[in-house]
């Protein structure tokens, strides 16, 4: 058998180009500068920050301040409330329609003071403040917008305190104040 020899070539060689070591080299560069750029940048916002709050203001203090509100609270209730009683504010606010067509809408905050170191009492008027809601609903539901601008704020203090006190029996509430009692038109 007579066998021709094959050609033997050389392999071929890849396609694919190796990476530019001056590429990796490169960004390596460009993500330190970056870097650098962001610190400086911090440290400016920075100290323009401190020489805003120290330094333009003659020392730390806020740049704006408001005036000072006189206080709302009348003078009798302050001489009313003797040390170490407590506020009941757990009625919370809320809001009642009027029997006004169309009706008018009351916002409503009571408090009253009471003893904290007596629990039992606390309790109940913990327990009463659906109740206390609901008697002060039915009574301005009942009134017209009318009629409670012309009532006098002490006769529906008073109405609400004898109500309030014919559910309760382990204490009586002495004086109730409104926190809120405004007219929505």
Known sequence: MNQTPKAVHPPE?????PPLKG???????????????????????????????????????PLVTLPRLPSFTPQKRQEQIPAGTGMFTGI??????????????????????????DRAFAEELDSKIQDFRNIASAYFSAHT?????????DMIKAELLRRYNSILQLGQITVLYF???????
């Open 179 to 185: 926190n809120d009692f405004m007219l929505l038109f």
């Open 145 to 153: 917008a009318e009629e409670l601008r012309q009532a006098h704020e």
């Open 13 to 17: 060689k890849s396609q694919a180009k």
């Open 92 to 117: 919370g606010r809320f809001r009642v329609v009027t029997a006004d067509s169309p009706p008018m809408t009351v916002v409503l905050s009571i408090a009253f003071p009471y003893a904290p170191e």
């Open 23 to 61: 590429g990796s080299l490169m960004g390596g560069i460009l993500y330190r500068i970056l870097l650098i750029l962001l610190l400086a940048l911090i440290l400016v916002l920075a100290g323009v920050t401190v020489y805003a709050l120290v330094f333009r203001n003659g020392g730390i203090r």
